[in-house]
């Protein structure tokens, strides 16, 4: 994985990520995520423009912000090493860290609380949407395994908090990369209509079965990425 020198929510970054794909994204790709359709990501994609951020929205994303540095010394202390926020890179694929031990063997992902994450975490149980951001993440890095994390503050002091440790699925890792390589060709097919002026249909999400019955796709994804591809397939 190639480190790069970029600081979240930078133009630099914001930039970075629009001519990637980011683990944050992968859930949408799959069409796990309850925030964004599949279709919300290709357009975003294909036109550079985001879907706007309100004064609401921006003010939870800089409470996220604030409250994971908050926990990141707490964490720091369950993991047992330091955590370094990490933005890194393997080809087309990307991924923001908010932490990563500087042996690169654990990474941790922070959340804000919610009544199911203080509910599922404890009993080991991670929702669907949230592992394929920490699997892409683990790809990358080759970390072992990552410590997600869901935490609540009042101001400075911590009021509940959650952790699960979540281990590479390699089932899911394979759907990711199958399915990110389709996202590619989704996204020339979207640019190819946006510049013709055709009306683009509601992309269906994919789901298991139509991702194995993808065209073959050369990865190799025991570990690490070691060979793939999506270079080849991605412009």
């Not at 330091?82 to 087309?92: D, F, Q, R, T």
């Not at 592992?131 to 002091?157: H, I, N, Y």
């Not at 510049?195 to 139509?210: D, F, M, R, S």
Request: hydrophobic share 40%.
């Amino acid at each position: 994985m190639n480190i790069l020198e970029l600081q979240q929510g930078t133009p630099t970054w914001h930039t970075h990520r629009a001519e990637h794909f980011n683990a944050s994204e992968a859930a949408a790709m799959l069409g796990l995520s309850k925030y964004k359709s599949r279709t919300a990501l290709l357009h975003e994609k294909a036109t550079g423009i985001a879907q706007d951020v309100d004064a609401a929205t921006q003010r939870r994303f800089d409470e996220g912000h604030r409250i994971e540095a908050l926990a990141r010394p707490h964490v720091e202390k369950i993991i047992g090493a330091e955590l370094y926020p990490v933005i890194g890179s393997e080809g087309k694929l990307s991924a923001s860290f908010d932490g990563l031990t500087m042996d690169t063997l654990v990474c941790w992902e922070h959340k804000t609380a919610n009544t199911a994450l203080l509910l599922a975490l404890p009993r080991k149980e991670i929702p669907d949407e949230y592992k394929p951001q920490m699997e892409q993440q683990l790809m990358l890095s080759g970390a072992k395994r990552c410590l997600f994390s869901a935490t609540k503050w009042d101001g400075d002091v911590l009021v509940e908090e959650a952790h699960c440790w979540y281990e590479p699925d390699y089932y899911l890792r394979d759907r990711i990369l199958q399915g990110w390589t389709q996202f590619a060709i989704d996204l020339e097919e979207y640019k190819r209509k946006l510049a013709a002026g055709e009306i683009v249909a509601e992309t269906p999400k994919p789901q298991a079965e139509a991702i194995m019955a993808l065209p073959a796709v050369v990865i190799n994804a025991t570990g690490v990425i070691s060979a793939s591809n999506l270079k080849d397939i991605t412009p």
